[in-house]
T-cell receptor, first 114, second 112 residues
C-alpha cells in the first residue's frame, strides 16, 4: 500500500523558535496533502490543505502566518510552526489521498514547546 | 458542514465478547468512510474503507457497515482480544479529494 512518512517523529523546541515538519509520499504522487492537529485525548482537526503549485487553504481559526505550508513537489509538503509557543504543543499528522481516494496518513510528529 | 459523532466515547468489555462501535454523520452525501485505530501516542492505522456504493467491508474479525440514508456506520469486532484495546476513529469524506472529517473516537478497553 501507499506510504506516507513524516520527519521528525518528535521534536522539543524552546518558545519563540520555529520548527519544520516534513510530510512525504514515498511511492505515489500527491497534488494535495492535508495537515491535521490532535490535542491530547481529542480527535484530529484539519488545519489546512496543502496544494502543489498553489497556496495552501487554511481552516477557520488557523493562522496562516503562524503555520506556514509549502508544497514543494508532488511528494513533499512542509509545515513550519513559526514562533512556537507552549500552546502549539500537539500531535501533527499529515495525510495524502491515494488511489480510490483512500487517505494515507503519516505516523505523526509530536511537538513539545518548552 | 459534515459532522461525525461516535458513540460510546469509551467502552470496556471482557475478552471474547463481540462488540459494536457506532458512528453517525450529518451529511448523507458522503464519498466514502474510513475506520481507523489509534494506539496511545501513535499515528493512525487504517482498518476499513467503505465506498459510498458499498454497504459493508470485512477484514478478519472486523466488519464495517454503511447506511447512507440513515447517516450511520458501525464497526463490529468479533471475539475481542486485549490487543484490540485502542481508540477507534470514524471519518467521512464528502468528495474524492477533500479531507476527512473525524469523530472524537471510541476508547476501547478489552479486559483479559
Amino acid at each position: 500500500g501507499a506510504v506516507v512518512s513524516q520527519h521528525p517523529s518528535w521534536v522539543i523546541c524552546k518558545s519563540g523558535t520555529s520548527v519544520k515538519i516534513e510530510c512525504r509520499s514515498l511511492d505515489f504522487q500527491a497534488t494535495t496533502m492535508f495537515w491535521y492537529r490532535q490535542f491530547p485525548k481529542q480527535s484530529l482537526m484539519l488545519m489546512a490543505t496543502s496544494n502543489e503549485g498553489s497556496k495552501a487553504t487554511y481552516e477557520q481559526g488557523v493562522e496562516k502566518d503562524k503555520f506556514l505550508i509549502n508544497h514543494a513537489s508532488l511528494t513533499l509538503s512542509t509545515l513550519t510552526v513559526t514562533s512556537a509557543h507552549p500552546e502549539d504543543s500537539s500531535f501533527y499528522i499529515c495525510s495524502a489521498p491515494g488511489q480510490s481516494y483512500e487517505q494515507y496518513f503519516g505516523p505523526g510528529t509530536r511537538l513539545t514547546v518548552t | 458542514k459534515q459532522e461525525v459523532t461516535q458513540i460510546p466515547a469509551a467502552l470496556s468489555v471482557p475478552e471474547g465478547e463481540n462488540l459494536v462501535l457506532n458512528c453517525s454523520f450529518t451529511d448523507s452525501a458522503i464519498y466514502n468512510l474510513q475506520w481507523f485505530r489509534q494506539d496511545p501516542g501513535k499515528g493512525l492505522t487504517s482498518l476499513l474503507l467503505i465506498q459510498s456504493s458499498q454497504r459493508e467491508q470485512t477484514s478478519g474479525r472486523l466488519n464495517a457497515s454503511l447506511d447512507k440514508s440513515s447517516g450511520r456506520s458501525t464497526l463490529y469486532i468479533a471475539a475481542s482480544q486485549p490487543g484490540d484495546s485502542a481508540t477507534y476513529l470514524c471519518a467521512a469524506r464528502i468528495s474524492g479529494n477533500t479531507p476527512l472529517v473525524f469523530g472524537k473516537g471510541t476508547r476501547l478497553s478489552v479486559i483479559a
